[in-house]
């Protein structure tokens, strides 16, 4: 366990309830760790705040005896944003969880960020309302921890990012300060829009209390539809369709069938169609009527687009098809263990990109089994490779290692991300660069420098100084 | 005219072609100002770069010799943000007009920050595509001065801000680096979003040089409707309304009887109503079906939400409503002299934010001609104090800063914004602490000293270091 400073420690039990720390190794195993399984959790303590005067206070100190902090939500990341592997204090907002009233005027919702992203949804459900942001563990991630990751998810080609649903942000920066930006205005030009700077850096310009969330209308009818697809190509065929047809667009996701099998496998879920396919695609479509809908799904038939469909006929088989795409992840891990990457392609690029991927994993991965699925909507590709039956956790470390500088080179070549969605944390640090210029990076050095000069919140975490 | 270093001048006349620099004072006047008319323009050269290249390498000069900089773009700005007033050099990126292919994949297309917005949405539109941020200014505003400014307009109830509509930047430094952030990628979580920093901060830590613009398709169908309501409080029933009915809103828009009289007298136009009345809303509706809207307007009849309305039977006549509305700023400031301010108030605070300014202005301004309209569906109000006749220039503008003060005090009570969408320039610096605070200001202060440490990037504007 790493060395606090005595005068910290003092200070702690001085000015903070008995509660507020923790040192009990469970504990800290438990919330000094994320999603990734890659590092050793090993944070020197855990603090859990109740109130934004707490979060003041303790940033205050820790910049005064420059102690480093993990910012903490619900610890649902895929980059290790929230791990603590070096002696860290995992600030975790947890106890900050409190959803105010819903503004039904202005459709707004006030929560502190350690509210969990289902409860805010049931929360607003009961108004008709939702915050648009969405996906497979919202169970358990807290808006904090969204919005400091700027999560993307299912809803992003209908709604866009968590950065166009958050109206106000309260945050704490290192020097311990309490930032009210914003507020619950929908227009507000009165200098550089200072939440910019916390939506999406991952906790290392500031520490989020509080927002006031931008809400949406439930649609009132959504329709879901599976087709079957021989292949990318014909994914992407069948996209260009749906953006050109007169249907609002509320998902665009697919999967190849190395996916399916797995989740056959892990789950027992089959998909509806009699043969196999090399693709399938989901679409989610808002507002459209069901004569609309089943023309549509006709002409998909009569010009070849699809090789086999269905449109779901009720609620429970729009979640039965759901439940294809979003038991994914669980099940590859469940069966398997994959190396996972989360690229994005600018749409545009999508094709060509795709075309010459498979030249890379013939190359790099010849004959390993390649599990392809995501928002292909959004250009966002989900790359999960599998570690072969019989080779060593290492060996395929080292392999997937090397492949990944391949695809990365690819990603680049097409301005794509090497991070869509997931961030960068600790796992895509070394990756950085083929997606961010020396010139982005010494921007980003400058920002970092300039608001947390003592380098204590989430140190190491997407760069190091 | 301001003094040049001798070095500056010997550079600028080595390195760039020889009419990349003008110092002819009719066009410094025309350049160095913006649609403001409070300051005198005053810059000692303005300076016409054809690429990235000649601005990148124009910053770099201007850096070296600590020679400021204004950048300017369509000059149709109302808070002073182009106005070159001190002796700085204009930097125009007229030439710099350049439009792209339209990516009918991606729904994306580049082009150069000089090009002017109805150009664009004249280019896009033979795709059925749009960028969808539109003011009346459209045919003057250029893509760079409105990103820089996040132009707001009559679409964001629909459509959000421009920051929504902004996928890539290029962005020259201070210091002459060209920035390239985010392509054209709809996701991208590579650590913070370096393209928020330059997105409504007024060209004070970078110039836009490009940009990739998010498009979307044209609606198929809008629907207009004006109606007469007694009140403010009546404006606030029908939006509440408004929001919860089976309509998609694509403009809100209000204004009251004195700036209608006001239009009527510039340009002859008349609402459809017979009698007068208190307050009139503009709504626009997107893709709902005849019956539907018409029974709509029949129920609010019913319900006494309305006094009087009207739906637009053909384009000429939605023309004709909208025209009402656009033509109020002109109208204004052709028949008498408006002291304007542009404010936003959280929509939940509307309501008891309006009946309060009904207490300030007969305090303040007994028996004067206040002249309100909006996009009051985001909480944005324009308020118009007009000049009293008999009453001197200079007697008018104490009175009416003296009276701001009332007035951004109770915007600052409600949570509102001192501008809404006009932008700070030079015009609000005096307002900003209403809606910014300390801890705000001193951390704009951090970033602009991080970013332009010589302060060569639209000194003075927004704020005073």
Same mark, same amino acid.
């Given at each position: 366990?790493? $060395? ?20 009990? +190794? ?33 940033? &205050? ?59 805010? %949804?049931? %929360?607003?459900?009961? %108004? ?44 704490? $920066?290192?020097? =311990? ?14 200098? +550089? *829009? ?36 021989? *292949?990318?190509? &014909? ?10 047809? +007169? ?98 392609? +600018? ?10 991927? *498979? ?30 039956? =019989? ?7 080292? %392999?997937?290692? &090397? ?38 990076? &010494? ?23």
């Amino acid at each position: 366990m790493s $060395t606090l400073p005595d005068a910290f420690l003092r200070a702690l039990s001085e000015s903070f309830p008995a509660d507020f720390c923790t040192r009990d +190794p469970d504990e800290l195993q438990e919330l000094g760790r994320d999603w990734t399984r890659v590092y050793a959790p090993a944070p020197s303590a855990v603090v859990l705040p109740r109130s934004t005067d707490e979060v003041a206070r303790f940033l &205050a100190l820790c910049n005064q005896h420059r102690v480093p902090v993990v910012p903490s939500g619900g610890r649902t990341g895929l980059a290790g944003g929230a791990v603590a592997k070096s002696g860290e204090v995992v600030l975790s907002l947890r106890r900050m969880n409190r959803i105010g009233e819903v503004d039904l005027l202005g459709n707004t919702v006030r929560v502190q960020a350690g509210a969990v992203t289902e409860a805010v %949804h049931q %929360h607003c459900a009961a %108004h008709g309302l939702t915050w648009p942001v969405d996906f497979a563990s919202r169970g358990s991630s807290q808006i904090g921890g969204n919005i400091s990751t700027n999560a993307g998810g299912v809803k992003v080609i209908r709604y866009g990012p968590t950065r166009s649903w958050v109206l106000g942000l309260q945050v704490v $920066t290192a020097q =311990g300060e309490v930032l009210e930006l914003n507020g619950a205005l929908e227009k507000n030009n009165t200098g +550089p *829009d200072l939440r910019q700077l916390f939506i999406g850096s991952e906790g290392t310009l500031g520490v989020i209390t509080e927002a006031t969330l931008k809400l949406t209308r439930i649609p009132k009818k959504l329709d879901v539809f599976l087709f079957a697809v021989p *292949d990318i190509a &014909a994914v992407l065929r069948l996209f260009r369709e749906a953006r050109r047809a +007169p249907i609002t667009l509320s998902a665009y996701e697919f999967f190849t069938d190395r996916c399916l099998l797995r989740v056959q496998r892990h789950r027992g879920l089959r998909s509806p169609f009699d043969a196999p396919s090399g693709c399938y695609v989901l679409i989610e479509t808002e507002g459209g009527d069901p004569e609309t809908m089943e023309a549509w799904l006709g002409t998909l038939f009569e010009r070849g687009l699809v090789t086999d469909g269905t449109l779901a006929q009720s609620l429970q088989q729009a979640q039965e098809l759901w439940a294809l795409r979003e038991a994914i992840s669980e099940s590859l891990s469940a069966t398997g263990l994959p190396h996972k990457n989360d690229i994005a392609l +600018p749409i545009a690029a999508l094709e060509a990109f795709c075309a010459e991927l *498979d030249a890379v994993f013939a190359a790099r991965y010849p004959g390993w089994e390649i599990c392809l699925f995501g928002h292909i909507g959004d250009g966002n590709l989900h790359v999960n490779v599998m570690k072969p039956d =019989g080779m060593s956790k290492e060996e395929f470390l080292q %392999h997937t290692h &090397a492949a990944d500088a391949a695809l990365f080179e690819l990603v680049q070549k097409h301005h794509g991300s090497v991070s869509a969605e997931h961030g960068i944390g600790l796992l895509k640090k070394d990756a950085l660069s083929w997606s961010r210029s020396p010139a982005e990076l &010494a921007m980003m050095r400058t920002l970092k420098r300039a608001l947390d000069p003592n380098n204590i919140l989430n140190p190491g975490k997407i760069f190091d100084l």
